[in-house]
């Protein structure tokens, strides 16, 4: 049980140094980001905290919360990545017009 509990957290803080010195985030998804990892974390030391906040939603244990969340969570960000990918077609496609049409008018 220590072991998992270690190898959880040397991956969790190996995962937040990445993100929290990166240049690619905004603030406000480093923040999100943190205290996201720090909730994770808390819950590793201290898995008692999360059977007992399931509960309080009527949750049977704390594993289920943490999957439940989970899955919402990546959900979200399957959504916004998707909007972003027809973002950056859409894009593409413009940029692709309009040196289709500068290429045509220079060909005349």
């Known amino acids: 049980m220590i072991f998992i509990k270690i190898f959880l957290i040397v991956v969790l803080s190996v995962v937040f140094l990445l993100v929290a010195f990166s240049s690619r985030f905004r603030t406000y998804q480093r923040m999100s980001v943190i205290f996201?990892?720090?909730?994770?974390?808390?819950?590793?030391?201290?898995p008692k905290v999360a059977d007992k906040v399931a509960h309080f939603f009527g949750i049977g244990r704390g594993v289920d919360l943490i999957i439940y969340l989970a899955i919402a969570?990546?959900?979200?960000?399957?959504?916004?990545?998707?909007?972003?990918?027809?973002?950056?077609e859409r894009a593409i496609t413009k940029i692709v017009r309009e040196i289709a049409i500068i290429e045509a008018k220079e060909c005349r």
């Not at 990892?37 to 808390?42: R, S």
């Not at 969570?73 to 950056?88: E, G, P, T």
């Open 36 to 46: 996201f990892y720090i909730f994770l974390a808390y819950l590793i030391l201290f």
């Open 73 to 88: 969570i990546l959900s979200l960000i399957v959504a916004v990545l998707y909007a972003k990918v027809k973002m950056d």
